[in-house]
């Protein structure tokens, strides 16, 4: 079955950075395509970024456009996402989550929480 | 920047119709997509292509879409299907980018 395990959470200070990391099991991860969505404490989901599944492209929201950096190793069947300069705002579960191509966001890990904080 | 606007909150009562709206500009011309939240829990996709159920979901759960709307039918709701439901799409400009609706309480009571 399809499973999506993130880590690399916790508190960070502002400003400063932190790596999620996504381990893929159940599927074969070169073939598609992957999300990071979060949602900060009870918001709603907020899209973050995405990574074609050969990670030719990548495409990012405005809000983490220019701090944050989508990344994948097939290899390994990994998914990352660096975040540098971060802010409060940026506190939040971060879900790392699969893309199909008819059935976008159609499997989601459990999420790791991220909270910036002084 | 393009936005989905979704109702704050839905109550029916169990065995009831609910229905949650999804409004963009855009929706005319893209697809919609649905996912439920429950609580302390991860979403999980309940209609794709504005119409369609993934294998699993129960038939009670429907998608249709008109114009700029979207809508999430749930027929005969049940106690078990209280969640946060948001409906989702690619920006009006942009196909590789994600929108979310603000999401939809759905209280079954």
């Known amino acids: 079955q399809v499973q999506l395990v993130e880590s690399g959470g916790g508190v960070v200070q502002p400003g400063r950075s932190l790596r999620l990391s996504c381990a893929a099991s159940?599927?074969?991860?070169?073939?598609?395509?992957m999300h990071w969505v979060r949602q900060a404490p009870g918001k709603g989901l907020e899209w973050v970024a995405v990574?074609?599944?050969?990670?030719?492209?990548?495409y990012y929201a405005d809000s983490v456009k220019g701090r944050f950096t989508i990344s994948r190793d097939n290899s390994k069947n990994t998914l990352s996402l660096q975040m540098n300069s971060l802010r409060a705002e940026d506190t939040g579960v971060y879900y790392c989550?699969?893309?199909?191509?008819?059935?976008?966001?159609?499997?989601w890990g459990q999420g790791t929480l991220v909270t910036v904080s002084s | 920047s393009y936005e989905l606007t979704q109702p704050p909150s839905v109550s029916v009562s169990p065995g009831q119709t609910a229905r949650i709206t999804c409004s963009g500009d855009?929706?005319?011309?893209?697809?919609a997509y649905w996912s439920q939240q429950k609580s302390g829990q991860a979403p999980v996709l309940v209609i794709y292509?504005?119409?369609n159920r993934p294998s699993g979901i129960p038939e009670r759960f429907s998608g249709s879409s008109s114009g700029t709307m979207a809508t999430l039918t749930i027929s005969g709701a049940q106690v078990e299907d209280e969640a946060d439901y948001y409906c989702?799409?690619?920006?009006?400009?942009?196909?590789?980018?994600?929108?979310f609706g603000g999401g939809t309480k759905l209280t079954v009571l």
């Open positions: 989550v699969r893309d199909t191509y008819q059935t976008p966001m159609d499997y």
């Open positions: 159940g599927f074969t991860f070169s073939s598609h395509g």
């Open positions: 990574i074609w599944y050969d990670g030719r492209n990548t």
């Open positions: 855009a929706l005319p011309n893209k697809y």
């Open positions: 292509e504005d119409t």
């Open positions: 989702y799409s690619t920006d009006s400009s942009d196909n590789h980018r994600w929108v």
